[in-house]
């Protein structure tokens, strides 16, 4: 450099090495502009030049160095791992947060391998990672980016992703890769939960509809292409289920659906799916089946085991399902007309009975029309009360004394006319409508009962018998509702019995108790309806407050032809006698049967052989007659003699 120069440099405290401060920067050049002719002008503007192109070195430096610490400052504050692979040598730095996420030493020359990290990458993941590495590297994308799970120091694998952008010569070849690794463990596991609830029941942990329908999907496509695949859905209701929510709250609700889906799981294979459509609703899908008696063996498997009592919020309670099946065909167009089809072939078995399977036909999707219509009519018949009772006599075998009635209801159609009972209670049931109902025929019955009290002073003494179904005893007001029933109409508590059938019973056997109980202390007798007809526990009777046992007419309508019969009825009657409770024989028809039962001391029967259910007006005019004859049968002539338009057609 020119002495001039450096004489100039030292008067600014800088030197050659050291140029001015940014602040004395513009006086030195000015200074050196006005002694330029005192040296050569060439020499003068070649070094100022230089001067100049340092200066902006020096600057440029400084801004490298400024974006080099932003840049490190960003990777610290975003969490990441930096490294640098020179593709030549083989070799890669990691940075110390870099072997932090994978719980590694840091390594004193800062200098691995690539294999440190290929090596750690999950064997599902690798193949993948590869992949996408070597296309980067041979320029096929534009960056390199991957997430993929990697082996931690820990033993878990963590997932991570990965970024980077190649460096490249003249000729586009890559000779250096570098970039960033993030830790996105918490992420994907907010992921995978996200994903997992979308297909997931919250509190069963089964498939949803969604995941189902998606299955149901693929089934159908493999069945149109594979002519030996076969698979079949069963859709599965828990009975009376709304029952036990509304009385023994959503608790207990909830712990016997997830009862429901361990019993589901313990009866089905690993590769069936269960899904919980919401509510009390599960559907089963099986696949690879080998006929139609596999799956029917199954569904019965499953409708023992969900009789089976259950503990619930320590109680025990008794349930039941009903269920569907639908076969795959390669005639369904989609997943829903497949479980809609499974659905109406299970309401079919609601509507047989419940506790029962039904297979689909296409006469089921006819039926459930005429079933959403019987709703609308139903709801209709009560608010035009379309409802009426009819009243069968209930006699003392050994004198032929009334001792009261039956109320039974019928539904007084517009169009078809009388409907009976089991046509329309059902569904009256499964919508809730035999609340209301229930309500009615039990007022109308006690202010009958009232009424007849009240024009025959002799019949203050005679009974009115009620049936009550599952919700009504369930009803935690049930007690109140009859005590207000019994005050306005005047009538004994000890007069009205209320008759409950064993599966009422046994569907909610510790409830029952307290609710009967409660009754019972009112004043209220209790009989059990069509006993002996659906369980041969007999065990609950000496717990249970029972007064009455009404034998079901299934075994009174077979005496005579069947030995087996006659000696079910006898041992009904001994059990009865010694827990000390009365026997009514139900379907009482012959004079046969009438001998019978009163050969092995049964005291009490209804039935044709005196009468059908009468409306009240014919009703009255028995108990007319009864009163003239002391409420004796004898020498009056028995039904199928009275005139017809006396009875109930």
């Known amino acids: 450099?020119?002495?001039?120069?450096?004489?100039?440099?030292?008067?600014?405290?800088?030197?050659?090495?050291?140029?001015?401060?940014?602040?004395?920067?513009?006086?030195?050049?000015?200074?050196?502009?006005?002694?330029?002719?005192?040296?050569?002008?060439?020499?003068?503007?070649?070094?100022?030049?230089?001067?100049?192109?340092?200066?902006?070195?020096?600057?440029?430096?400084?801004?490298?160095?400024?974006?080099?610490?932003?840049?490190?400052?960003?990777?610290?504050?975003?969490?990441?791992?930096?490294?640098?692979?020179?593709?030549?040598?083989?070799?890669?730095?990691?940075?110390?947060?870099?072997?932090?996420?994978?719980?590694?030493?840091?390594?004193?020359?800062?200098?691995?391998?690539?294999?440190?990290?290929?090596?750690?990458?999950?064997?599902?993941?690798?193949?993948?990672?590869?992949?996408?590495?070597?296309?980067?590297?041979?320029?096929?994308?534009?960056?390199?980016?991957?997430?993929?799970?990697?082996?931690?120091?820990?033993?878990?694998?963590?997932?991570?992703?990965?970024?980077?952008?190649?460096?490249?010569?003249?000729?586009?070849?890559?000779?250096?890769?570098?970039?960033?690794?993030?830790?996105?463990?918490?992420?994907?596991?907010?992921?995978?939960?996200?994903?997992?609830?979308?297909?997931?029941?919250?509190?069963?942990?089964?498939?949803?509809?969604?995941?189902?329908?998606?299955?149901?999907?693929?089934?159908?496509?493999?069945?149109?292409?594979?002519?030996?695949?076969?698979?079949?859905?069963?859709?599965?209701?828990?009975?009376?289920?709304?029952?036990?929510?509304?009385?023994?709250?959503?608790?207990?609700?909830d712990e016997l659906l997830l009862k429901i889906s361990e019993i589901l799981k313990s009866m089905t294979r690993s590769d069936d799916l269960i899904a919980r459509l919401?509510?009390?609703?599960?559907?089963?899908?099986?696949?690879?089946?080998?006929?139609?008696?596999?799956?029917?063996?199954?569904?019965?498997?499953?409708?023992?085991?969900?009789?089976?009592?259950?503990?619930?919020?320590?109680?025990?309670?008794?349930?039941?399902?009903?269920?569907?099946?639908?076969?795959?065909?390669?005639?369904?167009?989609?997943?829903?007309?497949?479980?809609?089809?499974?659905?109406?072939?299970?309401?079919?078995?609601?509507?047989?009975?419940?506790?029962?399977?039904?297979?689909?036909?296409?006469?089921?999707?006819s039926g459930v029309v005429s079933s959403m219509q019987l709703e609308l009519d139903l709801r209709r018949a009560y608010e035009q009360q379309e409802f009426v009772l009819h009243y069968q006599p209930i006699v003392s075998l050994n004198n032929e004394e009334i001792i009261g009635f039956e109320a039974l209801v019928s539904w007084n159609h517009p169009t078809r006319g009388m409907v009976p009972p089991n046509e329309f209670i059902p569904v009256a049931e499964e919508t809730g409508l035999i609340l209301p109902i229930g309500q009615w025929i039990l007022n109308e019955a006690c202010q009958q009962m009232r009424q007849w009290q009240e024009e025959y002073p002799l019949s203050n003494l005679l009974t009115i018998s009620v049936n009550l179904s599952a919700r009504q005893l369930e009803q935690p007001s049930l007690t109140k509702q009859i005590d207000e029933i019994l005050s306005d109409a005047r009538l004994d508590p000890k007069l009205l019995r209320l008759e409950i059938t064993e599966s009422v019973i046994m569907h909610n056997a510790e409830q029952a108790v307290i609710t009967v109980n409660e009754l019972r202390d009112l004043g209220v007798r209790i009989s059990i309806d069509d006993f002996g007809k659906g369980y041969s526990n007999l065990g609950y009777l000496h717990r249970f407050p029972v007064d009455t046992l009404k034998v079901d007419s299934s075994f009174i309508n077979r005496i005579g032809n069947e030995g087996e019969n006659a000696e079910i009825v006898q041992t009904i009657i001994n059990l009865a006698s010694n827990l000390d409770m009365e026997v009514v024989a139900e379907g009482v028809e012959t004079i046969e049967q009438l001998d019978f039962l009163r050969k092995i001391n049964c005291k009490y029967g209804q039935g044709y052989y005196y009468s059908r259910p009468l409306d009240s007006v014919a009703a009255a005019e028995m108990l007319r007659g009864f009163v003239r004859e002391g409420y004796s049968f004898k020498g009056v002539l028995p039904f199928r003699q009275l005139q017809p338009n006396e009875l109930m057609n």
């Not at 559907?283 to 503990?311: C, G, H, M, N, S």
């Not at 109406?344 to 296409?362: D, P, S």
């Open 1 to 253: 450099m020119h002495n001039h120069l450096k004489r100039q440099l030292k008067k600014y405290g800088a030197s050659e090495n050291n140029f001015p401060s940014k602040n004395d920067w513009k006086d030195f050049i000015e200074s050196i502009d006005r002694t330029y002719t005192e040296f050569d002008k060439d020499q003068y503007l070649m070094e100022r030049s230089l001067l100049i192109s340092s200066q902006e070195m020096q600057t440029v430096y400084e801004k490298l160095r400024s974006s080099e610490a932003r840049y490190a400052l960003a990777a610290q504050g975003a969490n990441d791992g930096l490294w640098d692979w020179d593709l030549n040598s083989e070799t890669t730095y990691y940075s110390p947060r870099w072997m932090e996420i994978l719980g590694l030493e840091i390594q004193k020359d800062d200098q691995q391998t690539k294999k440190c990290w290929l090596e750690r990458i999950h064997p599902d993941d690798r193949a993948n990672v590869e992949e996408e590495l070597d296309a980067h590297i041979a320029g096929h994308s534009n960056h390199f980016s991957n997430e993929h799970r990697v082996s931690h120091s820990d033993g878990s694998y963590r997932w991570v992703l990965i970024r980077g952008l190649a460096v490249r010569d003249g000729d586009g070849k890559a000779y250096r890769i570098a970039g960033f690794l993030t830790d996105i463990t918490d992420h994907k596991h907010i992921e995978e939960k996200l994903a997992h609830d979308a297909f997931h029941d919250p509190l069963t942990g089964l498939p949803n509809r969604k995941l189902l329908m998606e299955r149901l999907e693929k089934s159908l496509g493999r069945m149109k292409i594979d002519p030996h695949y076969s698979f079949a859905v069963l859709f599965v209701d828990v009975d009376r289920f709304k029952t036990i929510n509304d009385s023994m709250g959503h608790q207990a609700g």
């Open 278 to 365: 919401g509510g009390d609703e599960f559907v089963v899908l099986f696949e690879e089946i080998k006929d139609q008696e596999q799956i029917t063996k199954i569904a019965e498997r499953i409708l023992v085991q969900l009789q089976e009592p259950l503990r619930v919020t320590g109680k025990q309670i008794y349930s039941s399902a009903s269920i569907g099946i639908a076969f795959g065909s390669r005639e369904y167009e989609g997943s829903d007309d497949l479980v809609r089809d499974a659905d109406l072939a299970m309401y079919r078995a609601k509507v047989n009975g419940k506790g029962r399977y039904e297979i689909f036909n296409a006469e089921m999707r």
